[in-house]
């Protein structure tokens, strides 16, 4: 599915990671298939009157899929997104977006031609009320429904080809734990069959690409909610920790006294709601996780599979990682020996480069390690560690 996962990551650079804007998801739009709304600044589609781009045909390749997945035109995620749309906005110059509304990352101003550079800080370098914005402004985000994007409840075909719309309102938050669950779900054959050997951003070559673009989406929709156009999103620098030291109430969470499976009361987090995480009952009745909530955060640091995860990545784990010269190598899937990005991803050894199926490290480690919401792939982006 390799192909299939850059056609997805090239499209949302034209239009957005948020896969379905609410401005193109009426009846008219899905039949016509064509997603190509006004921009706000002169009315016309795209802003092409100000120069911004235009309405055009979505050109695909024609190479073959790969192995791993033997089916065509039972997915709509193939070939993305001419399931739903084959005419998009394609922007000019500096301009992206579903509207051609936005600037490119890096560049700001009215006709998106000002640079400025933005720096990520690690999360304990930032003050407390630069921690407590943080805090706040993921809140605010999990608490503000978004006013650009929806989610689909249901299949194209279960929308009948589009003539009988389903999509639903999600907060801004949660509309990036979807799509992480989106890219990564199971596809659904119809009847009880499902087929499970299909990730669109994990195991192959887009995983690097794939969650960097995901994650400069999540931090330009918090900039814009926020109208804070300096936010960053801060990190985690997990290299020869011990145990998880941002698992305290001052920053993501500590474990709750009677229950260590949960967060504090005290913690900023606890009351959170997670979503997308019940997979196999979304299979059982062939239908997409419809963002509604599903419990709590649950989160039980180090208390995982120790023969799998022994520990957390060293510092030595990162220098070898960073000493593979081949970015990609091989079968380009987690069997991979000496690929840099499968290293990386966990499914090869930091200590040999060979891929070794019995063990999960580096940025697999700490899913693993987190023993809960973040350990399941699909519901991962619930747990707010993720984005560090």
Same mark, same amino acid.
């Given at each position: 599915?390799?192909?299939?996962?850059?056609y &997805?990551?090239?499209? %949302?650079?034209q239009t +957005?990671? $948020? !896969?379905?804007?609410?401005? &193109?998801v009426s009846?008219?739009?899905?039949?016509?298939?064509?997603?190509?709304?006004?921009?706000?600044?002169?009315?016309?589609? &795209?802003?092409q009157?100000?120069g #911004?781009?235009s309405?055009?045909?979505i050109?695909?390749?024609n190479?073959?899929?790969?192995?791993?997945?033997?089916?065509?035109?039972?997915d709509?995620?193939?070939?993305?997104?001419?399931?739903?749309?084959?005419?998009?906005?394609?922007?000019?110059?500096?301009f992206?977006?579903?509207?051609? $509304?936005?600037?490119?990352? $890096?560049?700001?101003g009215?006709? &998106?031609?000002?640079?400025?550079?933005?720096?990520?800080?690690n999360?304990?370098?930032? +003050?407390a009320?630069?921690?407590?914005?943080?805090?706040?402004?993921?809140?605010?985000a999990?608490h503000?429904?978004?006013?650009? @994007?929806?989610?689909?409840? $249901?299949t @194209?075909?279960?929308?009948?080809?589009?003539?009988?719309?389903?999509?639903s309102d999600?907060?801004?938050?949660d509309?990036?734990?979807?799509? !992480? @669950?989106?890219?990564?779900?199971?596809?659904?054959?119809?009847?009880?069959?499902?087929?499970?050997?299909?990730? /669109?951003?994990?195991?192959?070559?887009?995983f690097?690409?794939?969650?960097r673009?995901?994650?400069? #989406?999540?931090?330009?929709?918090?900039?814009?909610?926020?109208?804070?156009?300096? /936010?960053?999103?801060?990190?985690?620098?997990?290299?020869?920790?011990?145990?998880c030291?941002?698992?305290?109430?001052e @920053?993501?969470?500590?474990?709750?006294?009677?229950?260590?499976?949960?967060?504090?009361?005290? +913690?900023?987090?606890s %009351?959170?709601?997670?979503?997308c +995480?019940?997979?196999?009952?979304?299979?059982?009745?062939?239908s997409?996780?419809?963002?509604?909530?599903e419990g709590?955060?649950?989160?039980?640091?180090?208390? !995982?599979?120790?023969?799998?995860?022994p520990?957390?990545?060293?510092?030595?784990?990162?220098?070898?990682?960073?000493?593979?010269?081949?970015?990609?190598?091989?079968?380009?899937?987690?069997?991979?020996?000496?690929?840099? #990005?499968?290293?990386?991803?966990?499914?090869?050894?930091?200590?040999?480069?060979?891929?070794?199926?019995?063990?999960?490290?580096? !940025?697999n480690?700490l899913?693993?390690?987190?023993?809960?919401?973040?350990?399941?792939v699909?519901?991962?982006?619930?747990?707010?560690?993720?984005l560090l």
């Amino acid at each position: 599915m390799i192909l299939a996962v850059l056609y &997805c990551l090239l499209w %949302s650079f034209q239009t +957005s990671a $948020g !896969h379905f804007p609410r401005a &193109c998801v009426s009846s008219k739009n899905l039949m016509e298939k064509e997603c190509c709304p006004p921009w706000s600044g002169d009315g016309s589609p &795209c802003g092409q009157l100000s120069g #911004r781009g235009s309405c055009q045909n979505i050109l695909l390749s024609n190479a073959p899929l790969g192995p791993q997945f033997p089916f065509t035109g039972v997915d709509d995620r193939e070939s993305w997104p001419s399931i739903f749309y084959n005419r998009t906005c394609q922007c000019s110059g500096n301009f992206t977006g579903f509207d051609c $509304g936005n600037c490119k990352f $890096g560049f700001w101003g009215p006709n &998106c031609t000002d640079r400025r550079l933005l720096v990520r800080r690690n999360i304990f370098d930032l +003050s407390a009320p630069e921690k407590d914005k943080f805090f706040a402004y993921l809140t605010l985000a999990k608490h503000t429904i978004s006013s650009d @994007y929806v989610i689909p409840i $249901g299949t @194209y075909g279960q929308m009948k080809n589009g003539s009988t719309p389903m999509f639903s309102d999600i907060n801004i938050y949660d509309l990036f734990v979807w799509i !992480h @669950y989106y890219v990564s779900m199971d596809a659904l054959l119809g009847g009880s069959e499902i087929w499970r050997d299909i990730d /669109f951003a994990h195991e192959a070559p887009a995983f690097l690409p794939w969650h960097r673009l995901f994650l400069l #989406r999540w931090e330009q929709e918090i900039q814009k909610l926020t109208g804070d156009e300096n /936010f960053t999103i801060p990190y985690w620098d997990w290299r020869d920790a011990e145990k998880c030291d941002i698992c305290t109430d001052e @920053y993501m969470g500590g474990q709750h006294p009677a229950n260590p499976n949960l967060l504090s009361p005290a +913690s900023f987090f606890s %009351s959170w709601q997670i979503i997308c +995480s019940r997979l196999e009952e979304y299979n059982s009745h062939q239908s997409l996780c419809n963002g509604m909530p599903e419990g709590p955060l649950r989160r039980n640091p180090g208390n !995982h599979d120790k023969s799998r995860t022994p520990r957390l990545p060293s510092s030595a784990d990162v220098e070898f990682c960073l000493s593979l010269t081949q970015y990609e190598s091989g079968s380009m899937d987690k069997a991979a020996n000496f690929s840099f #990005r499968n290293t990386l991803e966990g499914f090869a050894s930091p200590l040999t480069g060979i891929a070794d199926a019995s063990q999960s490290s580096m !940025h697999n480690a700490l899913h693993i390690y987190m023993n809960g919401t973040m350990s399941q792939v699909q519901g991962s982006a619930n747990d707010p560690i993720f984005l560090l």
